[in-house]
């Protein structure tokens, strides 16, 4: 049966692709995703939407952020570490709730 994509964007739906990877890489992320408590789906697409959100080697993000860091205070930092630790936790919590429901819409909608 053919997928229903009814009031739906282009930015929500969602595709099914079929990959080939190394069998190593897939091991890495079977074992990240179990690490997190994440499906293998997730652990990709998380890591998927980070690499194009943040460009690790930019030199000039790194000056920024070194000079941030270096003034502040070691609470402020301190704090601001557990604070982005708090977020990443809340936000896979999130991401696995929203899979779920997707998941039961798609299972309810296929019916």
Same mark, same amino acid.
């Given at each position: 049966?053919?997928?229903?994509?009814?009031?739906?964007?282009?930015?929500?739906?969602?595709?099914?692709?079929?990959?080939?990877?190394? $069998?190593?890489?897939?091991?890495?992320? $079977?074992?990240?995703?179990?690490?997190?408590?994440?499906?293998? !789906?997730? $652990?990709?697409?998380?890591?998927?939407?980070?690499?194009? #959100?943040?460009?690790? !080697?930019?030199?000039?993000?790194?000056?920024?952020?070194?000079?941030?860091?270096?003034?502040?205070?070691?609470?402020?930092? !301190? $704090?601001?570490?557990?604070?982005?630790?708090?977020?990443e936790v809340e936000d896979?919590?999130?991401?696995?709730?929203?899979?779920?429901?997707?998941? #039961? #819409?798609?299972?309810?909608?296929?019916?």
């Amino acid at each position: 049966m053919a997928r229903k994509l009814k009031n739906l964007t282009r930015w929500t739906r969602r595709a099914e692709l079929k990959l080939r990877l190394p $069998e190593a890489l897939r091991y890495s992320l $079977e074992y990240a995703a179990k690490e997190r408590g994440d499906s293998m !789906n997730s $652990e990709i697409v998380k890591r998927l939407t980070a690499s194009f #959100q943040y460009k690790d !080697n930019d030199p000039a993000t790194k000056v920024v952020a070194r000079s941030l860091l270096t003034w502040l205070p070691d609470e402020v930092v !301190n $704090e601001m570490v557990e604070t982005v630790r708090r977020i990443e936790v809340e936000d896979a919590l999130a991401d696995a709730a929203k899979e779920d429901w997707e998941e #039961q #819409q798609r299972e309810k909608d296929s019916k």
